[in-house]
């Protein structure tokens, strides 16, 4: 059974930093592309940012560009965001996602696997 599970996230004063985790199970972490979607409240859930297995090939929302920065480790199964400079309008719920395709999709129909996600709060 495949499961992600994400961690790292809390509250941070503007121009802070935090780390996101997400640890994956139950299937073979280099077939697959991995991404991050956040939704705040009242929003539509949006993309962030997306890796290849081999994290050669990567997309980042415009939002996010030069701040945010995604990485993997597949010797331990897990993906990060690295998240610089944050704005309170960073505030939301981060969801990790697999695709078996390996697409690195903007689109959140297009992921096969989530994880319950972590809060992240940026305060002013």
């Known amino acids: 059974q495949v499961q992600l599970v994400e961690s790292g996230g809390g509250l941070v004063q503007a121009g802070g930093s935090l780390r996101l985790s997400c640890a994956a199970s139950g299937l073979t972490f280099r077939s697959y592309a991995m991404g991050w979607f956040r939704q705040a409240p009242g929003k539509e859930r949006e993309f962030v940012a997306a890796m290849s297995w081999s994290g050669s090939s990567t997309n980042y929302a415009d939002s996010v560009k030069g701040r945010f920065t995604i990485s993997r480790d597949n010797a331990k199964n897990t993906v990060y965001l690295q998240m610089n400079s944050l704005k309170p309008e960073d505030t939301a719920a981060y969801y990790c996602?697999?695709?078996?395709?390996?697409?690195?999709?903007?689109?959140?129909?297009?992921?096969?696997?989530w994880g319950q996600g972590t809060q992240v709060t940026v305060s002013s």
């Open positions: 996602a697999a695709d078996l395709l390996g697409r690195r999709s903007v689109s959140e129909s297009q992921y096969d696997y």
